[in-house]
């Protein structure tokens, strides 16, 4: 008898010419094939969040709290011809409502690459940025990424077609109650068990072991990186705030002066605006840290998809063995051999034999769980080739998203350095020509 | 106007044998009816009565050796000078064609005794004057030697802007003693002391001035044994604090408030301004150490990408050469605006105590002046020694004015070439930094456009 294999995704990876994103519905919708660029939600309708407000109220132990609640605002778009704006819907969602649509999807769409929020908290912070959540600055760029989340997911061609997605944008009241009915709480994996697959799997598929490796990595270089440009954007700010001293002094020393007095003063004066001048630089400057950041949080969704297939692999792995070892089992009481040491056997040769009957029987039940194994395993099997199919293909998506939107990024970046160089130009010709004057 | 600037020749060979240079006794053949010590103009303008005046050869040999105007210790009539000959004296002095004395400070060298350590640099002098036995000087000398020559040009110039002299030792700041740093800064300073001396119209002239830069050791070292006693040193100081305890403040000419006045606020302010500088350096400095740092992340992250790696290294190089673009920006600070603003920290120190010393002097005769009063009997002989002191002060005042006015001027110029150079140095950088990013974001969109063009072929 052979022993059941389990088979490796790698026999598998070449197949293709499956839809993207098709193949790993969740059960409670109807099979759809996945949405095309031009279908998705994003496409028939604007999505945005154009106010956050400071609320009030009680919590669940009935304490008062603060939090900024966010308008999200929706419209249909409509085909050219039709000419007229379509009336704008709109509703109030706060922060942990986003967190739970997200804990939704990333439960029941675990073979997808599931875009991430903004930080809850302000991380990687220089010294002059606040850490406060209640901060404007910071409500303003959390609203900008809680937007773009919703971008992402609404563009994404099997994410758009979630029902419970749907009544986020458009239907305030109920929907908690909506989400937690549809029990996805009870799907998740706990923590533990992934921990557990991760490190006993034997057979992952190769390619999303270096998924999981590039993923480690790109989280240590991107935090790496974010805490750098945290330390020299302070030290941006130190060098061109002491220049502002210059303005003062300038003008102190310009009123004891007769001839160099109108020079230092208008020199004076175009240092105060050097040195006001960062303010607006290294703000423009934390948007490119929070589109390093989305790629930082990405990461763990990468993470995310790789721990379900370690898990699922293990579960695999779990069941082919203990279908090879009941096997083995019924061998042995067939034949009487004993082909491995096992406490039964002994026993069983020390105490007494067991009656014919007794071993027919247990024969019996062991060919009866033999043949539901190998049913379970031939079709934990399938799931395990549509994951990864699934899995690959929305990964080869977020690979071309990723590449796309970091060089775009570095592309800004530049542009900012560009911009904050030709300020600097202007200041000082105009500092330089002050000073000839002198 | 030329024909004031000019001395007529035969009494140019006179005055001063070497010829060049304007001399104290630059005489005016329009004088100023009211200037003060009028009395004595005339003597000046007619050049061929100086000659004649036999009484008057020591004071000319005082002129050529040693242009000192009041001497503190002695009560020998002093030479007044008109405020205008000394303003057409600063212009002539100042066109450098007739620049005659060149100075040099290099080679620091250590000198490890029994008893202690110390540096000397090199003093090479190439000159053309001819008070001077040959026209090319190298000596070695040390700190010591400049401190003693700086007191000499004091005690004997009391009302002229001695140039500053770097201090003995640096509190603030890591730097040692002896690290190169140090020594290269001192020595930098050193030249410029110098130098300016050299192209002070009277400094120049001055004899200690001539014996540091031509004496051997041993001479400059008998050379310094010589000079006033202790006691007369004491006796001067005691003089200084006795006239400082009156202060000479009450009958002092309204310019000289101003003056003191100017020097409060400027001194304030330059020392504000010197500390700006220093924390701007600072800065820059660990804006420079965290840059170094912020390029390598960037190559890291390169080697786990594939399509974006080539943007990655791209960024990366950009912030590296900007880098070395805020390194150069630090060295040119620390090179100009630094010892600049650090040198006119010490001449505020210095002007601060040329205008005591003028109000010390104006002091003496206050209180002689007062004394009289008192004691109408012995009337003529105080009114001599008063005559005297009038004419102390009015030199004093004089040299004094003049030599402000040429330290005004050199301020205002060094400040402006000072600040100027900073915004080129900043012009530099920001020009710089320009250019690598422009030409990496060229890079990128050419790149762009080379992928959006593939995707629309079908």
Same mark, same amino acid.
């Given at each position: 008898m052979e022993s059941a294999e389990a088979e490796t995704s790698d026999s598998r990876s070449e197949e293709d010419g499956a839809v993207p994103g098709s193949g790993f519905p969740p059960p409670e919708q109807p099979v759809a094939a996945a949405a095309t660029m031009e279908d998705c939600l994003a496409k028939k309708m604007e999505i945005t969040i154009s106010e956050a407000e400071k609320r009030t109220g009680r919590n669940a132990v009935n304490m008062q709290e603060t939090y900024t609640a966010y308008l999200i605002e929706t419209r249909a778009v409509e085909s050219q011809s039709e000419g007229q704006c379509a009336p704008v819907d709109s509703l109030w969602r706060r922060y942990s409502e986003f967190e739970l649509l997200r804990n939704y999807l990333s439960v029941t769409y675990p073979h997808i690459v599931v875009p991430p929020l903004p930080e809850k908290r302000a991380d990687f912070v220089w010294h002059k940025l606040s850490a406060d959540n209640m901060d404007p600055d910071f409500v303003e760029r959390r609203r900008i990424g809680l937007e773009n989340f919703l971008l992402r997911v609404a563009s994404h061609p099997v994410l758009c077609q979630d029902k419970i997605f749907y009544s986020f944008l458009t239907q305030e009241s109920g929907w908690k109650e909506m989400v937690n009915e549809t029990g996805f709480q009870l799907k998740a994996d706990s923590r533990l068990k992934a921990l557990n697959a991760t490190f006993r799997v034997k057979n992952p598929d190769k390619r999303f072991t270096e998924l999981k490796h590039y993923s480690d990595e790109l989280q240590s270089v991107i935090s790496h990186l974010l805490r750098v440009r945290a330390r020299v954007a302070d030290r941006l700010y130190g060098v061109y705030k002491v220049h502002g001293n210059y303005g003062r002094v300038f003008s102190e020393w310009s009123a004891i002066e007769k001839e160099m007095g109108d020079g230092l003063q208008s020199a004076g004066h175009h240092m105060d605006v050097y040195a006001a001048s960062i303010d607006d630089i290294l703000e423009e400057e934390e948007h490119y840290a929070d589109q390093l950041k989305e790629y930082l949080f990405y990461a763990e969704a990468l993470r995310a998809v790789c721990r379900k297939h370690e898990l699922m692999q293990y579960d695999l792995e779990m069941a082919a063995q203990d279908l090879t070892s009941k096997k083995q089992q019924c061998e042995e009481l067939a034949t009487g051999t004993v082909r491995t040491f096992s406490l039964k056997g002994m026993t069983s040769k020390l105490f007494g034999q067991e009656t014919p009957e007794q071993r027919e029987a247990k024969i019996k039940v062991l060919e009866e769980q033999i043949q539901e194994g190998e049913e379970q395993l031939k079709s934990k099997n399938l799931e395990g080739r549509d994951f990864v199919k699934s899995a690959w293909a929305d990964i080869e998506r977020f690979k071309e998203q990723k590449n796309h939107d970091l060089k775009e990024a570095l592309i800004s970046y530049a542009v900012m350095q560009i911009s904050m160089c030709k300020k600097g130009i202007q200041v000082w010709t105009n500092a330089k020509e002050c000073f000839s004057k002198m | 106007m030329e024909a004031e600037g000019r001395v007529p020749a035969p009494l140019l060979t006179l005055l001063s044998p070497g010829g060049g240079g304007g001399t104290e006794a630059d005489p005016d053949p329009h004088p100023a009816a009211g200037a003060p010590g009028a009395a004595r103009g005339p003597l000046l303008a007619a050049a061929a009565e100086v000659l004649s005046l036999d009484d008057e050869e020591d004071d000319l040999e005082v002129f050529s050796k040693d242009t000192s105007l009041a001497e503190v210790n002695s009560f020998s009539p002093s030479m007044p000078i008109?405020?205008?000959?000394?303003?057409?004296?600063?212009?002539?002095?100042?066109?450098?064609?007739?620049?005659?004395?060149?100075?040099?400070?290099?080679?620091?060298?250590?000198?490890?005794?029994?008893?202690?350590?110390?540096?000397?640099? %090199?003093?090479?002098?190439?000159?053309?004057?001819?008070?001077?036995?040959?026209?090319?000087?190298?000596?070695?000398?040390?700190?010591?030697?400049?401190?003693?020559?700086?007191?000499?040009?004091?005690?004997?110039?009391?009302?002229?802007?001695?140039?500053?002299?770097?201090?003995?030792?640096?509190?603030?700041?890591?730097?040692?003693?002896?690290?190169?740093?140090?020594?290269?800064?001192? %020595?930098?300073?050193?030249?410029?002391?110098?130098?300016?001396?050299?192209?002070?119209?009277?400094?120049?002239?001055?004899?200690?001035?001539?014996?540091?830069?031509?004496?051997?050791?041993?001479?400059?070292?008998?050379?310094?044994?010589?000079?006033?006693?202790?006691?007369?040193?004491?006796?001067?100081?005691?003089?200084?604090?006795?006239?400082?305890?009156?202060?000479?403040?009450?009958?002092?000419?309204?310019?000289?408030?101003?003056?003191?006045?100017?020097?409060?606020?400027?001194?304030?302010?330059?020392?504000?301004l010197d500390k700006i500088a220093h924390r701007i350096f600072k800065e820059e400095k660990e804006y420079f150490n965290e840059m170094k740092e912020y390029g390598p992340i960037h190559t890291l992250w390169s080697a786990s990408e594939e399509d974006v790696a080539d943007s990655l290294k791209g960024v990366a190089s950009c912030i590296d050469k900007c880098c070395k673009a805020t390194e150069k920006r630090m060295a040119g600070l620390s090179e100009n605006l630094l010892p600049i603003l650090h040198e006119y920290v010490l001449y505020s120190e210095i002007l601060m105590g040329v205008l005591k010393r003028r109000d010390q002097i104006q002091g003496e005769l206050d209180s002689k002046v007062d004394a009289l009063a008192n004691k109408k009997t012995e009337k003529d002989l105080f009114s001599e020694e008063i005559g005297k002191l009038e004419d102390k002060v009015e030199c004093a005042n004089n040299a004094l004015k003049a030599d402000w006015d040429r330290w005004k001027q050199n301020m205002q110029c060094d400040m402006r070439s000072t600040f100027i150079n900073v915004a080129e140095n900043n012009l530099h950088y920001y020009e710089e930094c320009l250019a690598t990013w422009e030409s990496f974001l060229a890079s990128q969109t050419v790149d762009l456009h080379v992928e959006e063009d593939s995707e629309d072929r079908p």
């Open positions: - | 008109s405020p205008s000959s000394m303003i057409n004296q600063y212009k002539f002095e100042d066109e450098p064609e007739l620049r005659d004395l060149f100075i040099t400070v290099d080679d620091p060298e250590s000198h490890i005794t029994a008893i202690e350590t110390f540096i000397t640099y %090199r003093v090479v002098t190439k000159t053309s004057r001819g008070e001077f036995d040959s026209s090319e000087y190298e000596v070695r000398r040390r700190y010591q030697d400049f401190l003693w020559l700086k007191s000499k040009l004091e005690e004997a110039h009391p009302t002229l802007i001695i140039p500053p002299l770097p201090e003995k030792f640096i509190m603030k700041g890591m730097v040692e003693r002896f690290s190169d740093e140090f020594i290269e800064t001192r %020595r930098k300073a050193l030249h410029k002391f110098l130098n300016r001396i050299a192209d002070h119209p009277t400094l120049t002239f001055n004899e200690d001035f001539k014996i540091f830069l031509t004496a051997q050791a041993w001479e400059l070292s008998s050379h310094k044994k010589q000079g006033p006693s202790l006691l007369s040193r004491m006796g001067q100081t005691v003089r200084a604090v006795a006239s400082s305890v009156r202060g000479g403040v009450k009958n002092r000419p309204e310019m000289f408030t101003e003056m003191n006045d100017y020097m409060e606020t400027f001194s304030q302010k330059i020392n504000v």
